[in-house]
């Protein structure tokens, strides 16, 4: 069984800065991708930062520039680094892991969600 955990949210000023982290537990054999995703009340879950197993990154252009994703690979856990945050970045923010347990093929696994809450 594979877990992520995620902390770090909160509530933060305008301009303001916060940084999540995602741990994966369980009986983890290799982590592929990794990602963060948000969702905000009405909308629809989107991709905010990728990471690859190699530290490859990809960026959803509204947060290019401000925001930094990064992995620990010896601890199983992703990070992502937010600046200068916006109030219409108020949402739920969801770390997502490519997980290979075993001899299965790969599947992505989700965290429960941490709020963010960016006040004006």
């Known amino acids: 069984q594979v877990q992520l955990v995620e902390s770090g949210g909160g509530l933060v000023q305008a301009g303001g800065s916060l940084r999540l982290s995602c741990a994966a537990f369980?009986?983890?054999?290799?982590?592929?991708?990794m990602g963060w995703y948000r969702q905000a009340p009405g909308k629809q879950r989107e991709l905010v930062a990728l990471?690859?197993?190699?530290?490859?990154?990809n960026y959803a252009d509204s947060v290019k520039g401000r925001f930094t994703i990064s992995r620990d690979n010896a601890k199983n856990t992703v990070y992502l680094q937010m600046n200068s945050l916006k109030p219409e970045e108020t949402a739920v923010y969801y770390c997502?892991?490519?997980?290979?347990?075993?001899?299965?093929?790969?599947?992505?696994?989700w965290g429960q969600g941490t709020q963010v809450t960016v006040s004006s």
């Open positions: 369980g009986s983890i054999d290799s982590i592929y991708a």
């Open positions: 990471i690859t197993s190699g530290g490859s990154t």
């Open positions: 997502n892991a490519e997980i290979r347990v075993g001899v299965n093929p790969p599947r992505h696994y």
